[in-house]
Each structure stands twice: as structure tokens, then as C-alpha cells.
T-cell receptor
């Protein structure tokens, strides 16, 4: 299993500013991901955070807007840059752990971001 | 692009009732997963189904994977207020093994 913590749990930010979200895992994991979720709605994958190399972004998401760091196997950060109200969302960190017969994906509690 | 459509989108029922949530796609998935998410928390994995026609039970929850591996269902018997939450199906797109696409979600409210 994996226990994931995120900081901050929520924030209210002004338009044009940037926010960095931290994700800490209690064990070393190869695969870390960042998702975005509107409250009560589904999750959209932003990017895969790769340790030692640049993140892999999904269609519609770019590094300039969502720079990601992955300095080691237990930690990652996601920055939401030059924020606008459209960036208001819940941002979730996730990891995959490999078991004897299947992989399991675990999620952090999320960071609720409101941009005014 | 592979999509996972869930129905219904919202469901409000009384304690003790039964319900079924559906997850449908036009594409074949190698496996499908079901998650439940409560307010202020991340999704938590309930089950993974990998074989067409497979049925798995988790207490009052029954999960089925369609024979063609394009759809899945979640049936809850005698729902309880603790079942309230957002239910999400998810699967690996295009056979990918290291990421998931998520369904549109079903928000369930069980009234006491």
C-alpha cells in the first residue's frame, strides 16, 4: 500500500499568481501522477511525473502552465502557473504500486484550489 | 479516444434500496477498476476486473465485467448511508499499463 499526503489541502489565490502543490509518499514508487478534478466530477490526467527526467504531459496540458518536479522516488511538486479562475479545481497526486498479481493506484486527499 | 460513460450521473435513494451503476465504452479494455471517492478525499480502489464475464463481490457490492470487456456494472444491495460518494470506473487506455482514464462518474446519495 501507499499513504500519500498533499500540501496545502486547500488555498484561495489571486488571478495571475502561481501555487506549488507538494506530494509526499510514504514509500519509494516509480510511477507518480497528477490529476485534476472538478468537484463531483471525474478525474483528468495532467501528467506523469518521472524521476530524473521531464514529466510526460497529456494532451491539453503544457509544461509552462503546469511545471512538475520529481527530485526523488517519494516526492513531487506540481505548480499551477499564472492562474485564472478556470484553474479552480481539485488537484490530486497519485502513485501506482506493483503487487504480486496486479498493480494498485493510490490517491492523495487532493488540494482544493480556488482562483479569484 | 477511449471514453468511459457512466450512468446514471446522479442517484438519490433511500436506505435499504438496491441500485446499479453502469460504465460503458465503445472500446475494449484489458481491465476495468471501480473507485469510490468521499468528499475531501482521493478515490479509493474497490475492485479490478480483468476477465470478460467476471463477477466479483465485495460484501453488498457486486461488480461485473461485460463479456466483450467494453462495459461493467456495479450493483449495491440494501444501500446504506455509508455508501454515499462518487463512484468512478477507470481503465487503461489503449492497453497502456501505467495510466488510467476515468469514467464520467456517478454521484450517489443514500438517505437514512
Amino acid at each position: 500500500s501507499a499513504v500519500i499526503s498533499q500540501k496545502p489541502s486547500r488555498d484561495i489565490c489571486q488571478r495571475g499568481t502561481s501555487l506549488t502543490i507538494q506530494c509526499q509518499v510514504d514509500s519509494q514508487v516509480t510511477m507518480m501522477f497528477w490529476y485534476r478534478q472538478q468537484p463531483g466530477q471525474s478525474l483528468t490526467l495532467i501528467a506523469t511525473a518521472n524521476q530524473g527526467s521531464e514529466a510526460t504531459y497529456e494532451s491539453g496540458f503544457v509544461i509552462d502552465k503546469f511545471p512538475i518536479s520529481r527530485p526523488n522516488l517519494t516526492f513531487s511538486t506540481l505548480t499551477v502557473s499564472n492562474m485564472s479562475p478556470e484553474d479552480s479545481s481539485i488537484y490530486l497526486c497519485s502513485v501506482i504500486t506493483t503487487g504480486p498479481s496486479t498493480d494498485t493506484q493510490y490517491f492523495g486527499p487532493g488540494t482544493r484550489l480556488t482562483v479569484l | 479516444t477511449q471514453l468511459l460513460e457512466q450512468s446514471p450521473q446522479f442517484l438519490s435513494i433511500q436506505e435499504g434500496e438496491n441500485l446499479t451503476v453502469y460504465c460503458n465504452s465503445s472500446s475494449v479494455f484489458s481491465s476495468l477498476q471501480w473507485y469510490r471517492q468521499e468528499p475531501g478525499e482521493g478515490p479509493v480502489l474497490l475492485v479490478t476486473v480483468v476477465t470478460g464475464g467476471e463477477v466479483k463481490k465485495l460484501k453488498r457490492l457486486t461488480f461485473q465485467f461485460g463479456d466483450a470487456r467494453k462495459d461493467s456494472s456495479l450493483h449495491i444491495t440494501a444501500a446504506q448511508p455509508g455508501d454515499t460518494g462518487l463512484y468512478l470506473c477507470a481503465g487503461p487506455p489503449g492497453g497502456a499499463t501505467n495510466k488510467l482514464i476515468f469514467g464520467t462518474g456517478t454521484l450517489l446519495a443514500v438517505q437514512p
